[in-house]
């Protein structure tokens, strides 16, 4: 339905300059997270301010604290009412440290609603493909994969932009939502804990032993 030349046009006119890429017939351009600076889907699909009411998109299956090495299930969920097209864009990278902006982790997806780009940076992209544009409820969508968390232990950004379509032809009239968390790394406390709790005791009987044998 999109596919139209003055769709094309008008989201290259709006985008401003013959400069822009031609869009990724199998997904958003790389860097449109909103996320470190970059720009949204915004840039080509306007019509309505970001995060306008009536839709939000959340990053599901994310823990307070990551496991270092640990896999995760992500779900980006999309509720947008009438939307009849609908993608995303995510990129996991470090929030913090001398990594900060670095990708963190990998991204696999499970199924053929969603891909993943590379970006020039490094940072994985991922994103709806054509399959996943559908929608997989009348007022909500959603796609799923895989994360592996990172072993360096610093803290991670999840960025998400994700773009509602009502279906009418034109770029002009989509909603764009985006979001963004950050988790950081389970801190092994408990492991030095346990280890602090046990060799107490060794040294306090060795230092007595010494005290006693030495006089
Ligand atoms: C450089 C401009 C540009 C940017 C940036 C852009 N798009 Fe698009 N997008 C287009 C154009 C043009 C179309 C219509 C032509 C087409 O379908 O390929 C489109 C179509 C779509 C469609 C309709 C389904 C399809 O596959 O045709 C979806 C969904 C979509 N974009 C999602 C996104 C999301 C999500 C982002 C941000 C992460 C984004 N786009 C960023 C230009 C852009």
Redo the contacts with the bound molecule.
Sequence with gaps: M??TPL??AA??AL?GAAA????N?E???PG??GGFGE???L???QGSDLNAFGGRVTIEGLPNEYVQGERYLLTVLLEAEETD?????LAARYGTGNEQGRAAGEIHPLNDRVAVTMGTNGVQYV??T?QG?GMSAPDSTSWSMEWIAPSTGNSVVFHV???S?NGDNS?LSDL?YTTDVIIDAETPQLGWRILLLSVLPLLLFIALWIWIFRR
Excluded: D, E
């Design positions: 999109r596919r769709a094309l989201a290259l985008a822009v890429p031609a869009p017939p997904g958003p351009p449109h997270t720009p949204s889907c840039t080509c699909h097209l609908a993608g995303f864009q994103h709806q054509r544009s932009a994700a773009n379509g770029p764009v």
